[in-house]
């Protein structure tokens, strides 16, 4: 497998490498309670973005179980970060890789994630050689559910309480589709 040709755009979005410049835009979503519930964790601090801009710009050799590859998502004509999609190396092996999004909620119902998830699993399969893209999401996500459920993906699994966040257990839903399907058009 390699690393994706960034940037690349669709109708309405530019997806490309996040920068330094891009702090503002990253903590003003990755700081919001709302957001991170769905993530099982706290929501990050200035620092904490500063930190993960800061890896994320040092890129991955797409190799390993494990290597990810996280994109900024911006309007096609401006330079601010909508979100941010990103594709994890689940096994290389297998050809297993998880897809995940997350979007500033001020931008929200308008399309952008998945217009966004759905370029970046169409270069999944057809640049990184993915077998299988699946997705795994908190079942109160419905945002994400939706997104999902228009990419075409099979719910897969319903896991209950699997996860603990601070207050509550948490259940989990896994979409997944697989290459010869998005190649016959069922997550088109």
Request: include cysteine; hydrophobic fraction near 40%; glycine fraction near 6%.
């Amino acid at each position: 497998m390699t690393a994706l040709s960034l940037p690349f755009s669709t109708e309405r979005l530019l997806l490309r490498p996040f920068t330094p410049d891009d702090l503002d835009d990253l903590y003003a979503y990755q700081s919001l309670p709302d957001v991170a519930r769905y993530l099982y964790r706290q929501p990050l601090t200035r620092e904490q973005c500063a930190q993960s801009l800061t890896r994320r710009a040092a890129g991955t050799t797409w190799a390993e179980d494990g290597d990810d590859l996280v994109v900024a998502v911006c309007p096609a004509d401006e330079a601010k970060v909508l979100g941010e999609v990103v594709l994890k190396l689940a096994s290389a092996r297998a050809r297993q890789v998880e897809i995940g999004w997350i979007f500033n909620p001020a931008y929200g119902g308008r399309g952008y994630a998945t217009e966004a998830a759905r370029a970046t699993a169409a270069l999944a399969f057809a640049e990184l050689g993915a077998h299988r893209l699946f997705a795994r999401l908190d079942a109160l996500n419905t945002g994400s559910v939706r997104v999902c459920e228009r990419l075409g993906m099979r719910r897969e699994a319903h896991l209950v309480e699997n996860d603990l966040d601070n207050e509550r257990w948490g259940s989990e839903y896994v979409y997944a589709t697989l290459a010869r399907e998005w190649k016959a058009g069922r997550a088109q």
